[in-house]
Structure formats: C-alpha cells, structure tokens
C-alpha cells in the first residue's frame, strides 16, 4: 500500500494548523477547511507549557512563539491584597536556557502558524464547510459548501470539541459533557510585578488566577463553579466579575472590577470535557485535538496536546508507511499520553469545586504531577 502524499484537514485551529506546518516541512500535501473567518479570530490569551514548546521546536517555531508571548518560569500566590504568599518555580523542559512556559494571544498564535503553513504552500479555505464524504479504496474526496470537491489520501478531523467529523465518524453516543466548572476570562494590562502564572487567593478559598500574554498584556481568570449556566449576555458576565473580584485589594484586581464592562475581552465559557477512547480513526479519517480529547483547562495543556498530536501525526505519516499502520500507531502513541493529564486536569478541577485552603493545598500538589506527566517524552 502507497505512503500517504496528500492530508486535507478540517479545522484550522491550534491543532489543524501546527499539523499543516509539520506536513509541509516534509512535502506532504495541504489543503484546510476552516468554518471561520480570519478577522473573526478572537479569543483571549493562551498559555503553553515546556512540552507544548518542545513539540513546537520540532517545526522550528518554539523561539518565534516565546518572542511573539511572553515567556516565564515560575507560579506565585499573592493574598487578596496582592502580598506575595509563595513562589515555586516551573520546570525548564525544553531546553535549559528558555523558559518553562509561555502565555501568547491566541490570534497571534494563529497568526504565526498561519504565516507558516502558507508560506510553505498549504492551502486554507476559510468561511468553508465539509458538506459529504467518500471514501474509495484510493483515498478520500469530500464535497466543500463553496461546490469544489477535493481528494487526498487521508483526511484529519482538527474541528475541535463540537467536531462535526467526530459525529460524522462515530455517531453523538460520545460528546463533550460539562465537567462543573467554567472559566470567566479577562483580558487586561499586564502589571510590570506580572512574571509568571499568579494566583490572588483571599482566606475563604476564593481564587482569581493570572497569566502574562506579551510585554503589554495578560489575562485574569476565575474558575465558576455550579450548574451549567445559560448564555450569560456581556453585561451578565460583567456584572459577574465585578461580584467575583470585589473581595480583592490587589490594586490591578481593583482595576479590572472598575473597567468590567468596557473590558476590551470578558467572557465566560462552560468546560467540557471527552476523552474518547481508541480507535481515534476509521478508514482513512483520523481526529486529533479537542475532537478527541477536550479537557478542562486547569493544566493549561489542550492546546499543548493538540500541538504534540500534530506534530507526531507528521512523525508517523513521515516514516512512509500505508495509512492504516500509520493512523494505528499515531492512536497507539497518543492515547496512552493524553488520558492520564487529562484525567489530573480534571481531578484539579473536581477538587477546586470545594474551595478551602486545603483543597488550594491538594490543587497544587495535582498541579506538580500534572507538570511531571507532562515533561515526559512524547
Ligand atoms: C477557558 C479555556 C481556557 C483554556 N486555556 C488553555 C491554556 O491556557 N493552554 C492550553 O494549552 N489549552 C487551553 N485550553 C484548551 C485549548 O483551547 C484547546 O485544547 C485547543 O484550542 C484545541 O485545539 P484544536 O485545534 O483541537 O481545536 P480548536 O482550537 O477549537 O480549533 C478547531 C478549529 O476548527 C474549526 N471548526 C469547527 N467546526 C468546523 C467545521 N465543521 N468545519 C471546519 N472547521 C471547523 C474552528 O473554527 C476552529 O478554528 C483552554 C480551553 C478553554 C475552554
């Protein structure tokens, strides 16, 4: 059977695209289905961590990222003044001489990956659509909204949690459920004292966290525990941090509480959360990313593991092999990786639902074997 030449891939977000960079870079096919439009790509900050970095070096972009964000080494808590607690420092797991982990603005990652997936000659169809399927004992052709029909030798659902490939490939049985907590994100400036990922923590267990983005920016959130709400209107979710973050002195907490509804990003979103197990293909189609794996963000590692699928989907198909052995193993390797950071993502977030010091106490220690998973090879 025939190595495989040419991939299309439905979805071009974090995953889609770093995917079309690594098939790029050894002269595979490209072409990206993406629902959205370029400008309507917003979105707060994002912050990746040394696998994430380590994954990106492997398609040369890791120093390109850190440049563009903001990178950083180490995890503080402040009281609800803003009083240093206690500091504890990430791990380097990239290389000794760059940090632990950036924060960058998701369109700027998106940007980034963009410029060089199409400066390397993948094609995006944007504002575009998979409206059918078939597959051939050849390859796959799917029929676009915008008429064209195009064919490659395998396809690769990168349509993220909601995957629409997914349902097309296995059915609704296996959706994203609401894990019981949601995050209001606020995109801020970032205080100069701003070196590392922050938690703001008052004596009751009420918890604001912080990432640096870039030089300028930053980003606040506040884990939401609770029935899944309905859609919350802008001046909901407003009226919502000013309540959260009233309790805390910390003068740039003050800040964001003054300017909540003209915030120039505040939103809130629901986590929710599947880890589908094997098989993550059928026939010539293969998911990667939140698709497959959706997990609540404590660890900070969705976006991470969809950039690592990425590149060792690259790997694999790099090796030459027919695409059942190739989608089986890329399956074989990623699975086993994923299951247990998000299975300790999600264990920090059942236990931050019962918000005390103690619970603060247990997170952290979660948060350190997170971190140790994710510093393995991959
Ligand atoms: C509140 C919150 C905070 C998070 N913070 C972090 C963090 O700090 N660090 C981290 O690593 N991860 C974080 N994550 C997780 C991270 O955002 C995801 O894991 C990551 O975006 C997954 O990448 P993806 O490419 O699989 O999917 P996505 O980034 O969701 O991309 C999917 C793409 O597919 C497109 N698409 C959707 N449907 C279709 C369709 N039918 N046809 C064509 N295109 C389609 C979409 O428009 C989109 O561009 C967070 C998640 C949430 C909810």
Avoid at 179 to 195: K, S
């Amino acid at each position: 059977m025939a190595a495989i030449r040419s991939v299309t891939i439905v979805g071009g977000g974090i995953g889609g695209l770093t995917l079309a960079v690594a098939l790029r870079q050894i002269g595979v096919e490209v072409r990206i289905i993406e629902k959205g439009d370029r400008a309507s790509r917003l979105g707060t900050g994002i912050s990746l961590l040394g696998n994430a970095l380590r994954a990106l070096d492997r398609i040369g972009l890791a120093d390109t990222c850190i440049a563009r964000g903001y990178g950083y080494d180490c995890l503080k808590t402040r009281d609800a003044a803003g009083e240093l607690l206690d500091e504890i420092a990430l791990p380097r797991t990239f290389r000794p001489d760059r940090p632990g982990a950036f924060g960058i603005m998701r369109p700027v990652l998106a940007q980034i990956l963009e410029n060089e997936a199409t400066s390397l000659g993948a094609a995006i169809d944007f504002e575009t659509t998979v409206e059918d399927l078939e597959e051939t004992a050849d390859g796959v052709t799917l029929a676009l909204s915008s008429g064209e029909k195009v064919c490659s030798d395998i396809v690769v659902g990168a349509d993220g949690a909601n995957s629409a490939m997914r349902e097309r490939l296995f059915g609704t049985a296996l959706k994203p459920e609401y894990c019981g907590q949601g995050g209001l994100r606020y995109t801020a400036l970032r205080p100069a004292e701003m070196n590392g990922v922050t938690f703001y923590r008052d004596t009751v267990g009420n918890a604001v966290g912080a990432i640096p983005l870039s030089d300028e920016k930053c980003y606040y959130f506040i884990l939401e525990t609770g029935e899944r709400p309905g859609h919350l209107s802008q001046t909901e979710v407003a009226d919502l941090w000013q309540e959260r973050v009233a309790g805390f002195s910390a003068p740039e907490l003050v800040e964001t509480v003054r300017h909540a509804h003209q915030a120039e990003a505040l939103s809130y979103r629901p986590f929710d959360v599947l880890m589908m197990p094997r098989p993550w293909h059928k026939g010539r189609i293969v998911l990667i990313g939140d698709a497959v794996h959706s997990m609540s963000p404590q660890l900070t590692s969705g976006g991470g593991m969809a950039i690592e699928d990425a590149v060792v989907l690259a790997e694999e198909i790099s090796a030459g092999r027919d695409f059942t052995a190739t989608l089986a193993r890329f399956e074989n390797r990623r699975e086993p990786r994923v299951r247990p950071i998000l299975e300790t993502s999600l264990a920090i977030c059942r236990n931050e639902q019962n918000p005390s010091l103690a619970a603060h106490g247990k997170s952290m220690d979660l948060l350190q074997r997170g971190y140790a998973l994710l510093a393995d090879a991959f």
